[in-house]
């Protein structure tokens, strides 16, 4: 039987071989990114258990997009749509 660290490297490494087959950085907004990366590094990779894992809590003033963590929140994790960056500026 595989390790934690085992299982969690080979879902990492998964995850690699998934995100460089479909590489949609242009398309892949908040909710898309949540779904195929940050779902699976949280509970495959992190080996977070699912029932630790709240997403969209609620804040005074928002929401926490992922709240990680039982009986206390350990971890907060934000969302972002996924976007190419360039590092060259304008003239």
Do not use: Q
């Not at 490297?9 to 590489?23: G, Q």
């Amino acid at each position: 039987m595989p390790s934690e660290y085992d299982a969690g490297k080979a879902a990492l490494d998964a995850l690699i071989e998934w995100t460089e087959s479909n590489p949609r950085v242009e398309e892949r907004n908040e909710a898309a990114t949540r779904l195929h990366l940050i779902d699976g590094i949280v509970v495959d990779v992190l080996r977070w258990p699912r029932s630790a894992v709240r997403p969209e809590e609620t804040t005074g003033s928002g929401f926490i997009d992922y709240a990680l963590g039982s009986p206390g929140t350990k971890l907060i994790v934000e969302a972002k749509r996924e976007a190419s960056t360039s590092t060259s500026r304008p003239a």
